[in-house]
């Protein structure tokens, strides 16, 4: 038993898509979250400052004493997730892989990744799904205004209904037939990107499997929590109310425990 918090991590409101499901599927968990919403995009930024901010989130929670590491951020888990296990003492875990392994299980075949510029530079999603299903075809795109379309609250207009179109266009013709959500922000816009696939495509959200490999990782170092008050608290590195307003919208709660911090 271990009623330390679980400390996620993510560029802004994206990483909630994690949240959310690791409090649904484990509901005594106590969870810290940290929006660098001071830096956010890292999508468009290299892999040598996305490993800096990485570092200094993952220290920031680790000295906050959290008992396991969740990089919600697609873009971190591709640029930082080798560092940050090789540098941590407590267990890391990265969205991609489990992202990977569920769209391996789905596809017969044609798989598109979308996600963040950087993202898609490291290859690290066709990687992991190749690596779990041998000669899938990986086709892969950046859909940068997808983030600022999610910070903004923006995900079921019009406007994110016609970027959506411009961006997928080209995967749907591509004859794809699961389409994974290679950005911890894209879930926000979930309703909008199915409306735009149409129901032939499979969405694959790594939030589920990510929120599974928690468990199973909580349960193989026997550290799940025992107690019966968890504990949700929030921390973001600038602008809170901002936060709290499209946290407060996405995750359909009062976002009560709100810090600022920097790291
Ligand atoms: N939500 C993040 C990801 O999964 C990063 C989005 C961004 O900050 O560009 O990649």
């Known amino acids: ?26 509901p005594r968990e106590s969870l810290t979250y940290l929006g660098d919403s001071a830096r956010v995009p890292y ?48 267990p890391v875990i990265g969205v991609i892989e489990p992202g990977a392994r569920a769209a391996a299980a789905r596809t017969a075949g044609y798989v598109g990744v979308i996600a963040t510029e950087g993202t898609v530079r490291s290859g690290a999603y066709g990687n992991a799904i190749r690596a779990a299903r041998p000669g899938t075809e990986v086709v892969e795109a950046a859909c940068p205004l997808f983030v600022s379309l999610a910070e903004e609250g923006w995900a079921n207009t019009y406007v994110a ?52 490999t928690v468990r199973s990782k909580l349960l193989a170092i026997k550290e799940q929590a025992g107690g019966s008050s968890p504990v949700q608290h929030f921390l973001v590195t600038d602008a809170e109310e901002r936060f709290q307003r499209i946290a407060g919208q ?14």
């Open 161 to 212: 209904r016609q970027v959506a179109e411009i961006y997928l266009k080209p995967l749907i013709d591509r004859g794809i037939d699961t389409l994974v959500l290679g950005c911890t922000h894209y879930p926000i816009l979930r309703a909008t990107i199915e409306t735009v696939v149409g129901e032939e495509i499979a969405i694959v959200d790594s939030a589920e499997t990510t929120a599974q």
């Open 1 to 26: 038993m271990n009623d330390r918090p679980i400390g996620i991590f993510d560029s802004g409101v994206g990483g909630l898509t994690v949240f959310r499901e690791i409090a649904r599927v484990l």
């Open 43 to 90: 999508g468009t930024k290299s892999a040598e400052t996305i490993i800096r901010y990485a570092r200094q989130a993952a220290k920031h929670l680790v000295d906050r004493g959290v008992k396991l590491l969740v990089v919600a951020c697609n873009t971190a888990t591709a640029a930082a997730l080798p560092v940050l296990e090789r540098e941590l003492t407590i």
């Open 250 to 263: 996405f995750l359909e709660q009062e976002i009560g425990s709100l810090e600022l911090v920097e790291l």
